[in-house]
């Protein structure tokens, strides 16, 4: 079996056999001891999102990973389904039902086994590699975290409740930050810069900012003379593998050829109309900012992100600014 990119507190996910889809049909049919709530494996969102225009568009995508739940997730492939920038596309989900899309596909099976484990005679083990797991220890630890039951308390007594309610929105989502007051809609110049890519882990991203400031310093391009940026390609919570973010300079392009360019490589933000938030303090209320942006300004508003992935202007550096008063600019580029 050839390995999923969707790991979750270490449980590693492996693609499941063709036997998924025919879960999948299965899991869409509520049994009688769910006591009459009708179809409520439907993932739920906030009520003030169930009727706009973005939830009608990504109800295709879930309806494409219910039905193809041995496949690997294909995010370009999503994102066409919801007509959605790719950039953007994981950041809205997240933000529409209140997880990100590959714990939805890990939900989608777990619900799958559980129907297994109730109505067929396979072991507690061909169903776990049945529903896309590596072990039967993966299997078990993820099932009992998502459902409230090891597989064969599952199996003995089942509760139905606790399968339906897996996809509700979960309950520690924080209060929404109102960032109203500090949104502005403009016009923004093309900006050109150097960037130095961050790829893989967040934990290491400390390695490749030092690296970065040190290269930094080689070329004289201190923070008060030289504007500085975070070009965010993923939202933080994709699998470790795929975490990609990259940390830039403005430079002119007349510039770039006096520069020592080995470690770094040019890139343009468009011009373009843009929400931007302009705001001060810590990184937890800059990824607020952007949560206000995707979760309740972008469904509401009628505006569509661009085919940039979302950036920020870190307008205050140095070890002389305290991080709960560093400014900053947060910025989703628009159609």
Known sequence: MSVSTYETHGEMLVHAPTDAARCASVVLRIADQAHDQGDRYAVAMDSSLANSRLSLRFQRVLSHIDTHLDDALDIATLAALANYSPWHFQRQFTALFGFPVGRYQQIRRL???????????????????????????????????????????F????????????????????????????????????????????????????????????????????????????VFHTP?????D??????????????????????????????????????????????AAFDWLYRDWLPNSGEEPNDFPPWLERLDLGPDVPESQGRWRAVVGLT
């Open 155 to 230: 199996r003995a007594q089942p509760d139905w409740m606790s399968v339906a309610r897996a996809l509700t929105t979960p309950s520690n989502v924080s209060p929404m930050t109102n960032f109203a007051d500090h949104l502005q809609i403009l016009e923004l110049p093309a900006i050109d810069l150097l960037t130095m890519s961050h790829c893989g882990d967040p934990r290491q991203l400390g390695d490749t900012l030092r690296r970065f400031i040190a290269w930094r310093r080689e070329q004289g391009l201190h923070p008060a003379r030289s504007r500085t940026f975070n």
């Open 236 to 240: 933080p919570d994709v699998p470790v």
């Open 242 to 287: 795929e975490f990609r973010m990259d940390v830039g300079v403005e430079v002119p392009a007349h510039r770039v050829r006096e520069i020592d360019t080995r470690d770094v490589f040019v890139t343009r933000i468009p011009a373009a109309r843009a929400a931007v938030i302009s705001h001060a303090g810590s990184d937890s209320q800059m990824a």
């Open 111 to 153: 619900q799958c086994a559980a129907q297994a484990l109730a109505y067929r005679q396979d072991t507690v083990t061909d169903i776990a590699l049945q529903a896309g797991y590596a072990s039967l220890e993966a299997f078990t630890h993820a099932f009992q975290r998502t459902l409230g039951q090891s597989p064969s308390a």
